[in-house]
């Protein structure tokens, strides 16, 4: 079994600052991309950021700027340093990653963490 666990949300004033952490663990072979998406209430999930395996990254014009995405391939995790936080950034954080199962070594498949809040007022 393949699963990812996240970590590091909360409540932060207008301005702070929040550091997730997402690691994948299980039968793993491969992990391509790893990425974060968030959901707003009444919103559609929306990619924040991800992260190639070889570290290219992309980010969602709202956040350029203020978060950083970066991985720990040896550790299996992917961090989202959000900076200069805004009430706008407030949803629930979700990881995902494509990753290879041991189990299943054809293709990747996409996994998901089961989410983390990160609330930003004041």
């Known amino acids: 079994q393949v699963q990812l666990v996240e970590s590091g949300g909360g409540l932060v004033q207008p301005g702070g600052s929040l550091r997730l952490s997402c690691s994948a663990s299980?039968?793993?072979?491969?992990?391509?991309?790893m990425g974060w998406y968030r959901q707003a209430p009444g919103k559609q999930r929306e990619l924040v950021a991800d992260?190639?395996?070889?570290?290219?990254?992309n980010y969602a014009d709202s956040v350029k700027g203020r978060f950083t995405i970066s991985r720990d391939n040896a550790k299996n995790t992917v961090y989202l340093q959000m900076n200069s936080l805004k009430p706008e950034d407030t949803a629930v954080y979700y990881c995902?990653?494509?990753?290879?199962?041991?189990?299943?070594?054809?293709?990747?498949?996409?996994?998901w963490g089961q989410g983390t809040q990160v609330t930003v007022s004041s």
């Open positions: 995902n990653a494509d990753i290879v199962p041991a189990t299943m070594p054809y293709y990747g498949y996409p996994y």
């Open positions: 299980g039968s793993i072979l491969i992990i391509n991309d």
């Open positions: 992260i190639t395996s070889a570290g290219s990254t």
